[in-house]
Structures are given as structure tokens and as C-alpha cells.
């Protein structure tokens, strides 16, 4: 981009400045559903109906159109990702997935291959205290919790599944340091399996901002979100997500002028719009 020239803010009316003013009758709902609206092309109106009777129907945010519009953008934008977290099994995993709270994929992948050099099987961790694990992922953040949940997690499998991390929710469920999101991960990404979906501080932020979910709670949220995503997309969305919000989607300032859901999204915060916002689409 030439320098001096930066992406518009939306105007509080949600119509972006200098953008050319389009007479309510000539506007309609965009196929992608409600107050989303596009112009009319000069001396057309829509079949079956004079401009003058155009109104605007209910915005809907989670009707079916909307949301399968949003997956395929993202699948545009998105084709085939996955995880970031670099794993061979199903227990490498689990172990990258409990070190990335509060920390980044990248330091993650930096400190895996060390302490899986260090402790190459399940048994390992397993016979280890926990303050022995610490120093290798202290870079991580609150590392003495993950060293008690990675060894916990260790002699649980050990103990009760074999030496093998278990493939259902509640199993998994029952290891130290495993709630719903580390589940997810190891459930849709290694074994395939979409049992839920992933909500993370990317999913959490986005979801809202399209206003298919305006719940807080990450648990309303996840439940918000299986109820209008097909299921055999649950992982695939979550892991699209993570990477819009890694890319364009980014908590301070969205890049919303190279996004390809621009027209239809009405988050509060844009940084550029050529639809109305809505105050309630909050991150
Ligand atoms: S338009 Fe902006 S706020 Fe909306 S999804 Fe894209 S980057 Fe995020």
C-alpha cells in the first residue's frame, strides 16, 4: 500500500465515508441475508416487485445462508488448513495443545521437539515429577500448572488407558489439565472425530464479531456454534478461524480492507465497511 494512504474508518452510520450515497428504495437484501444491503443497478428493480415496495427483511446473523456464505468464504480463503501445533501422535499433541494456553503455536513448535527428544514416550513423562518438566517449558508461561497438568496427564494414561491417549470426550475429559478445547483439538485433529468445536481467544473474538454467537462463555459459545455449523465442518471451521484470526482478523485492528467477508460482516470494530455496523457485534 503507498504510503499516506490507510483503510478508511466506517462511519458511525456504518456507511463509509466518501462511499456514493444509494437511495433506501433502490437498496436490497443481499443474498446473504437481512440488513446487509446492495445497490440496485440504475433502472432495474427486482422481478415481481416496483422499488417502491422493496423492504427489508429481518436480519437474521445466524440464518442458514449467512452462515454457510461465512464457510465458504473461509474455505476460499482457508483451503485444507489444520493444525499448527507441530505432533506425530496423538500424545504429542495433547502435550502441545495443554503448552499453548496463554502462549503462541511458534514457541510451542520451539520447545516440543526438545523435551520430545528429552521424553520420547507417554512412560517417560509419566515417571517424572513434575518440577523436573518445568525448566523445559518455562518458556511457555505458567509453567509449573502445565508441568503438573502434562505429568498428571501422563500417569493417568498410563494407568488407565494403557499408555494410550484415549478417543472419546469423556475419557479425555477426565485427564488433569484437559477441558473442552484441548479435547477438541486432539478429537478432530488427530483422530478425526468432530465431537465439538475448538473455542479459543481467535474463535471466541470472531464469532462474535460475525454475530453467530453473542454469548461470553466459551461453553455457550462452542453450543451456539454446533447448533448452526454442519458437524462434519466443526474442525475444519475452528481451524479456519484460528487462522483468519491470526491473519486479517486480528483482535486490535482487523484488516478488514483485504477481507473477503467485508460485505458481509458487521462487527463493531471494522476498520473499514461498506455495510452497516452493528454495536452489538462485539469481539
Ligand atoms: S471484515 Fe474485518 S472484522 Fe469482519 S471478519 Fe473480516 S477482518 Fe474481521
Not at 500500500?1 to 463509509?16: L, Q, Y
Not at 495433547?94 to 520430545?116: G, W, Y
Not at 518440577?131 to 498410563?158: H, M
Not at 499408555?163 to 483439538?185: C, F, H, I, W, Y
Amino acid at each position: 500500500m503507498p504510503r499516506g494512504i490507510s483503510p478508511r474508518r466506517p462511519a458511525k452510520t456504518g456507511r463509509h465515508e466518501g462511499a456514493r450515497a444509494v437511495p433506501r428504495a433502490r437498496l436490497v437484501p443481499s443474498p446473504a441475508g437481512g440488513r446487509d444491503l446492495r445497490p440496485v443497478q440504475p433502472g432495474r428493480s427486482l422481478p415481481g416487485k416496483t422499488t417502491a415496495t422493496v423492504t427489508r427483511s429481518k436480519y437474521n446473523p445466524v440464518a442458514q445462508e449467512r452462515v454457510s456464505e461465512i464457510l465458504k468464504r473461509l474455505d476460499q480463503l482457508y483451503p485444507g488448513v489444520t493444525c499448527a501445533l507441530t505432533h506425530r501422535n496423538a500424545w504429542e499433541l495433547l502435550v502441545a495443545t495443554i503448552l499453548s494456553a496463554q502462549s503462541t503455536d511458534v514457541r510451542v513448535n520451539m520447545v516440543t521437539p526438545e523435551i520430545f527428544k528429552k521424553y520420547p514416550t507417554v512412560q517417560d513423562f509419566a515417571a517424572l515429577k513434575p518440577e523436573q518438566l518445568e525448566p523445559d517449558i518455562r518458556s511457555t508461561g505458567f509453567f509449573r500448572n502445565k508441568s503438573k497438568s502434562v505429568v498428571g496427564a501422563a500417569k493417568k494414561i498410563v494407568s488407565d488407558f494403557g499408555g494410550e491417549v484415549p478417543s472419546e470426550m469423556d475419557q479425555l475429559l477426565t485427564l488433569p489439565g484437559v477441558a473442552r478445547k484441548t479435547a477438541n483439538v486432539v478429537l478432530g485433529t488427530w483422530f478425526k472425530k468432530n465431537e465439538g468445536v475448538v473455542v479459543d481467544t481467535h474463535v471466541y473474538r470472531i464469532s462474535r464479531r460475525l454475530e453467530l454467537t453473542r454469548h461470553d462463555d466459551p461453553k455457550k459459545i462452542e453450543q451456539d456454534l454446533m447448533k448452526i455449523i454442519p458437524r462434519e465442518k466443526w474442525t475444519d471451521f475452528a481451524h479456519q478461524v484460528i487462522w483468519h484470526g491470526r491473519k486479517l482478523c486480528i483482535a486490535r485492528r482487523p484488516n478488514c480492507a483485504d477481507c473477503l467477508l467485508e460485505n458481509i460482516c458487521h462487527a463493531a470494530d471494522k476498520t473499514w465497511s461498506t455495510v452497516e455496523t452493528h454495536k452489538s457485534a462485539k469481539p
